[in-house]
């Protein structure tokens, strides 16, 4: 439309990239989730903290399709932008769990495990969501075990499955994918039982 809305149209391509994403289809998730990006930089600057998120989520979900050496340039790109953790904000802290997560899942947690604390720490300050901290709180256990830091991965991952089991459905995604990190770690750990537990508790909500 000539006189399109441009917030409009970047909600509807950052929807359309997660449903794609949903469905499994990364590529062309990571295809839409780059217009929304590119809308929101056209529309206020790359510099300006409403754009961050919008190429954070696009250079994660590139990440997650393989495409390491388009997503790793992204996301620097994005941490050279952030403010000091000593003046986070919910913006900043989601680009840097996010960065965090993707760096442990391919195999460096040691890098990520920093961003995920301070993630977690401006959460604790200003959260855009009451679930971030939680979800955060997984990423960074998750990163933890992954280091063999497990003492405090088991801390770490206790928290936030208490938390989903207070705050979210029984049979809700993200508290089964909690419950299957938790029964992972315990698995780890040698706790068979209870990693079986856990494990027939998301088949059953499954």
Excluded at 36 to 65: M, N, Q, Y
Excluded at 72 to 81: I, T
Excluded at 107 to 128: D, H, S, T, V, Y
Excluded at 176 to 196: F, M, T
């Amino acid at each position: 439309l000539p006189q399109r809305n441009e917030a409009e149209l970047q909600t509807f391509y950052a929807n359309r990239g997660v449903a794609l994403q949903q469905a499994g289809d990364l590529t062309a998730a990571a295809l839409a989730l780059g217009r929304a990006a590119d809308i929101a930089e056209r529309t206020s600057g790359a510099d300006f903290k409403t754009a961050w998120v919008p190429r954070a989520k696009h250079a994660r979900t590139l990440h997650l399709s393989g495409d390491r050496g388009a997503a790793l340039p992204l996301f620097e790109a994005l941490m050279a932008r952030m403010p000091g953790p000593e003046a986070s904000t919910p913006d900043a802290s989601t680009v840097r769990e996010d960065f965090g997560e993707r760096l442990a899942a391919e195999g460096r947690p040691e890098l990520g495990i920093p961003l995920l604390r301070a993630a977690l720490a401006g959460f604790q300050q200003k959260a855009n969501f009451e679930f971030d901290q939680r979800r955060c709180r997984r990423n960074l256990g998750d990163a933890l075990a992954r280091a063999g830091q497990m003492a405090e991965a088991r801390r770490v991952l206790a928290l936030s499955l208490t938390d989903y089991e207070a705050h979210d459905p029984p049979a809700s995604q993200p508290l089964a994918a909690a419950r299957e990190r938790w029964a992972r770690l315990l698995l780890d750990l040698g706790d068979l039982p209870q990693a079986q537990v856990q494990f027939q508790q998301v088949v059953a909500a499954a």
